[in-house]
């Protein structure tokens, strides 16, 4: 089973991340999901990313990283939107991660080295008409084209954090194969 390090996203540790945690926890991985917000939750993606400027975005992720030295190695990388910068820093730099799950965004490779690691396999996710992801699906498709261990699922519809099944935005047949996928991929690493 594997040890899963999961980040929140913009919103929040909101109730629909900590239920995918479970949902995950119960097929028998072990999931870790630091609270970068300190409790707080937001209605809307701008509210968050107002408490996040004014938290200090670089702070906020400082923080999401020293959680993952605490825990040490051997760790699969996932975050939902906000929590995909950190998530895929930590997969591609810290030695001995065993994987990445990359929900909503995906940052360019070169972010954070020349190439991503080989055997450290990644899924990212993504709506096709999600504004925010179509910002970040060439970098997708780059990472996919340029690792063998990398797949890329593009969902239909626009739906941002479409897997959060406490928003509006949740997509439950979409979230359900996000979640079937993500499973077969715990079971692989």
Known sequence: ????????HIQGLTDGVRAFADELRRAGHTVHTPDLFDGRTFG?????????????????RERGAAVADQLGPGLVYAGFSFGVRTAQRLAQTRPGARGALLMDACIPVSEYGKSWPDGVPVQIH??????????DLPAARELVESTKDAELFVYPGGQHLFADSSLDAYDPEAAALLLKRVRAFLASV
């Open 1 to 8: 089973m594997a040890d899963v390090l999961l980040y929140h």
């Open 44 to 60: 809307s993606i701008e509210e968050g990313f107002g408490y996040a400027r004014g938290a200090g975005v670089d702070a906020i």
């Open 126 to 135: 993504g709506k096709v008409d999600d504004e925010y992801f179509a910002e």
